[in-house]
């Protein structure tokens, strides 16, 4: 059965960082395009960073040059390190593959997590 799940969620001070995990089964991660999206309260759910099949990185303005996105291909796990959090970095995040090896669009997504809380606060 194909699952995603996520991890490493949790309550940081601004300036602080995290590492979200995305672990994989059922599939195999590499193949396709995996994407980290976010979901503030009362907003709507925005793409945060994507990695395609063959390596590429993609990310939000918002987080360029604070988020790193990575692949173990041999855990089968997609990584979100995050530094420098702010408190609009506040959100649900989840992860999700795509249909494709490299279309990173929310349309194109056809499984998700369940999602990680990430609370940036002090």
């Known amino acids: 059965q194909l699952q995603l799940v996520e991890s490493g969620g949790g309550l940081v001070q601004p300036g602080g960082s995290l590492r979200l995990s995305c672990v994989a089964s059922g599939f195999t991660l590499s193949y396709y395009a995996i994407g980290w999206f976010r979901q503030a309260p009362g907003k709507e759910r925005e793409g945060v960073s994507c990695i395609v099949r063959g390596g590429s990185t993609y990310y939000a303005d918002s987080v360029k040059g604070r988020f790193t996105i990575s692949r173990d291909n041999a855990k089968n796990t997609v990584f979100l390190q995050m530094n420098s959090l702010k408190p609009e970095d506040t959100a649900v995040y989840y992860c999700?593959?795509?249909?494709?090896?490299?279309?990173?669009?929310?349309?194109?997504?056809?499984?998700w997590g369940k999602g990680t809380l990430v609370t940036v606060s002090s």
């Open positions: 999700a593959k795509s249909r494709y090896g490299s279309n990173c669009l929310v349309d194109a997504m056809d499984y």
